[in-house]
């Protein structure tokens, strides 16, 4: 055989095994950009989910919380009324349990900054609910008075208040937050 035609063939075979490689390593280029797309789609997907996720958490703790400490001004303004006392109690009763489910699913879920305020919040209605309850069943201790409850109460507006400017920072809510 001729120099000349190996030469030629195998430059030919070379061509085609290239062409072919060429083809091969585009494909192969293409399916790893498409993977590396949809594992970017899904991470996205995944934690705007669990933003959605921490935002309703974050409502539903400053819901609970507010509507805990209106049940404990409602308790605080009903003592001494007998006809308004029982309603009161049971709506006490209600917000403070639901708080406490709250509370509990937004420990786990909750920034350690995000929830050692909503910790300090949880600790002072329970402290203001005992003072009310011993106030109601007459057996109340030192310090335990209606200007006491009242005072704590006006407080705890100010601790949720600060407690939901720092879920705001926590999920990049701009704007300013008068506290209503």
Excluded: F, K
């Excluded at 594992?39 to 996205?44: A, C, K, Q, S, V």
């Excluded at 996720?53 to 919380?65: F, K």
């Excluded at 109690?89 to 917000?95: D, E, I, K, W, Y």
């Amino acid at each position: 055989m001729d120099i000349g035609v190996l030469t030629a063939l195998l430059t030919a075979v070379v061509g085609v095994v290239g062409t072919l490689m060429s083809a091969l390593l585009t494909q192969r280029a293409a399916d790893r950009s498409r993977q590396r797309d949809q594992e970017r789609t899904e991470e996205l997907r995944d934690r705007r989910a669990s933003s959605r996720e921490l935002r309703a958490c974050y409502v539903a703790l400053n819901t609970s919380g507010r509507h805990y400490l209106a049940a404990l001004n409602d308790q605080l303004h009903a003592l001494g009324q007998d006809a308004e006392l029982p309603r009161a109690r049971q709506r006490l009763t209600g917000a403070r349990d639901h708080h406490r489910e709250v509370y509990a699913e937004a420990q786990m879920r909750l920034p350690d900054r995000v929830l050692d305020q909503a910790a300090a919040v949880s600790h002072g209605l329970g402290a203001v609910y005992g003072m009310l309850r011993r106030l109601d069943e007459g057996a109340a201790r030192p310090g335990d008075s209606p200007a006491a409850a009242r005072a704590a109460i006006g407080s705890l507006w100010a601790r949720l208040r600060e407690m939901r400017r720092e879920m705001r920072a926590d999920l990049g809510t701009s704007g300013s937050d008068s506290g209503r």
